[in-house]
């Protein structure tokens, strides 16, 4: 078969302009999912730096809520005791409670690692709460939540690593 220069020309001009329209769509396609990525990179840090920051201050503060039970020597009535000898607690308690309940909202439920964690921060809290002068919230229990935070803390950076 003989192709003209004609044919050749046209299968040319028709090759350039499917290569002039497919393009800008890729490129559109992976600017977009590039953009996502970032975004999604940027958000997933924010909140890995929020997590681990609210983390931190709750494990702090239940050390000291700990060493203030400790030094209790009546009824401590699940902290209300010390709250009602001295009012002036009352702010660091309800600092606990908030740091509570947003590291629960800052973490998922389906997620293990994420489970472990409020696990932990859980039996702590419970332990400071409890009314028997045996149960202690120890440093233990503390380096517990600092572990388990961690772990859900690499595997968050590493998720940001892959683009995730």
């Known amino acids: 078969m003989d192709l003209s220069p004609v044919h050749v ?11 002039a329209t497919i393009a800008p769509a890729v490129s559109l ?3 977009r999912r ?7 990179s940027a ?11 609210t983390t931190a201050e709750l494990a702090s503060r239940l050390a000291m809520a700990a060493v203030q039970k400790g030094r209790w020597d009546s009824a401590w009535d699940g902290g209300r005791a010390l709250l009602r000898a001295d009012p002036a607690q009352l702010p660091e308690f309800q600092r606990i409670a908030q740091l509570y309940w947003e590291l629960r909202l800052l973490t998922n439920p389906g997620d293990a690692l994420h489970t472990a964690l409020c696990r932990e921060v859980e039996a702590a809290v419970t332990k400071l709460r409890q009314d028997d002068p045996a149960v202690r919230l120890e440093a233990a229990d503390v380096e517990r939540i600092a572990t388990a935070a961690q772990a859900v803390l ?3 950076w590493r998720r940001v690593k892959r683009g995730d």
Request: some cysteine; glycine content about 2%; overall charge positive.
């Open 34 to 40: 590039q953009f996502n990525a970032s975004v999604l």
């Open 154 to 156: 690499g595997a968050e």
């Open 43 to 53: 958000n997933r840090e924010k909140w890995i730096s929020r997590l681990r920051d």
């Open 29 to 31: 396609a992976v600017s």
């Open 9 to 19: 020309s046209f299968v040319v001009a028709c090759s350039a302009l499917v290569a």
